[in-house]
């Protein structure tokens, strides 16, 4: 199995444009997990979806950020207008819901 | 709200010493405890899984415990290699079924060769 597929792999942008981050999960995996990484606050969850229904959505940040899942090996998560402090490596987990996520290389978005 | 932490941020060891990383987590009520490895510019890589009914498990030079009454968990590495270098993560999934896990910030390991 490929893992976890994320694209791009780094994404450098200039403050206010849109961003589209991407991931496959692995194949028979029913759950998807978008998480934000930073050196002040870790690895924080933004949103997960299970059977491509978002069920928890509260830690996304604002309303500038948005997630899709519109089939079982496909994901979006669209920040707009981004902005300097988005600046993070953004990282899509999957698994299959009986214990343990297995995680994609991650994005790196630098927003100037 | 559940919490968790690793102590210490980061350590130093020649090769060859077994070592113990910790992990404390504020809430014992825990569905299970996942132990995580990330190489600089990587993803993550799961090491082990304990479940909450579990006191222990082991892969090759590794080993983690839980302590679930207590709030800890620690992930021994046995004999360590210059390999073995990155920062290892502990996360707990703190409702059954949920996965909403909860992660600490880490504990960046140096072997030395």
């Known amino acids: 199995d490929a893992g976890v597929i994320q694209s791009p792999r780094h994404e450098v942008t200039e403050m206010g444009q849109e961003v589209t981050l991407r991931c496959k999960p692995i194949?028979?995996?029913?759950?998807l997990f978008w998480y934000r990484q930073t050196m002040m606050r870790g690895l924080e969850l933004l949103i997960y979806?299970?059977?491509?229904?978002?069920?928890?959505d509260s830690g996304m940040p604002e309303d500038r950020f948005s997630a899709k899942m519109p089939n079982a090996s496909f994901s979006t998560l669209k920040i707009q207008p981004s902005e300097p402090r988005d600046s993070a490596v953004y990282f899509c987990?999957?698994?299959?819901?009986?214990?343990?996520?297995?995680f994609g290389p991650g994005t790196r978005l630098t927003v100037t | 709200k559940q919490e968790v932490t690793q102590i210490p941020a980061a350590l130093s060891v020649p090769e060859g010493e077994n070592l113990v990383l910790n992990c404390s987590f504020t809430?014992?009520?825990?569905?299970?405890l996942q132990w995580f490895r990330q190489d600089p510019g990587k993803g993550l890589t799961s090491l082990l899984l304990?479940?909450?009914?579990?006191r222990e498990q082991t892969s090759g030079r590794l080993n983690a415990s839980l302590d679930k009454s207590s709030g800890r968990s620690t992930l021994y590495i046995a004999a360590s290699q210059p390999g073995d270098s990155a920062t290892y993560l502990c996360?707990?999934?703190?409702?059954?079924?949920?996965?909403?896990?909860?992660f600490g910030k880490g504990t960046k390991l140096t072997v030395n060769p």
């Open positions: 987990a999957s698994s299959t819901g009986q214990g343990g996520q297995y």
């Open positions: 194949s028979g995996h029913n759950s």
């Open positions: 979806f299970n059977n491509n229904v978002p069920i928890d």
């Open positions: 809430d014992s009520a825990i569905y299970n």
């Open positions: 304990i479940q909450s009914s579990q």
């Open positions: 996360a707990v999934d703190p409702q059954g079924g949920s996965e909403k896990l909860v």
